[in-house]
Nanobody, 128 residues
Framework: QVQLVESGGGLVQAGGSLRLSCVAS????????MGWFRQVSGKGREFVAA????????NYADSAKGRFTISRDNAKNTVYLQMNSLKPEDTAVYYC?????????????????????WGQGTQVTVSS
């Protein structure tokens, strides 16, 4: 059984930064791509970023490119999302998730249905 626990959310002013963390329990963390998604109440889940098991490849939503950076430390079973230049429209609950396969590319990384374990989420609120 895999458990994912996010932390690092909070309230920040527009233009500020936050770093989200997601710690995974269980074995073989390094084998799986990890993703970050976000959801605004009443709306669908939105892909933010994904990273390969080794950490040498990443994908970003257009809304995240140039502002967010996904990274991972396999020795700590942890994936991070560094968010800079935050905007009010970034306000959402952010979730980390583990991909069901050892590899994903393009749409396979963006598709939330391809992820089999999810954290409980952490709230990010950006004030204007």
């Amino acid at each position: 059984q895999v458990q994912l626990v996010e932390s690092g959310g909070g309230l920040v002013q527009a233009g500020g930064s936050l770093r989200l963390s997601c710690v995974a329990s269980g074995r073989f963390f390094r084998n799986y791509p990890m993703g970050w998604f976000r959801q605004v109440s009443g709306k669908g889940r939105e892909f933010v970023a994904a990273i390969s098991g080794s950490g040498d490849a990443s994908n970003y939503a257009d809304s995240a490119k140039g502002r967010f950076t996904i990274s991972r430390d396999n020795a700590k079973n942890t994936v991070y999302l560094q968010m800079n230049s935050l905007k009010p429209e970034d306000t959402a609950v952010y979730y980390c998730a583990r991909h069901r396969n050892y590899y994903c590319s393009n749409y396979g990384c963006y598709d939330g249905s391809q992820y089999d374990y999810w954290g409980q989420g952490t709230q990010v609120t950006v004030s204007s």
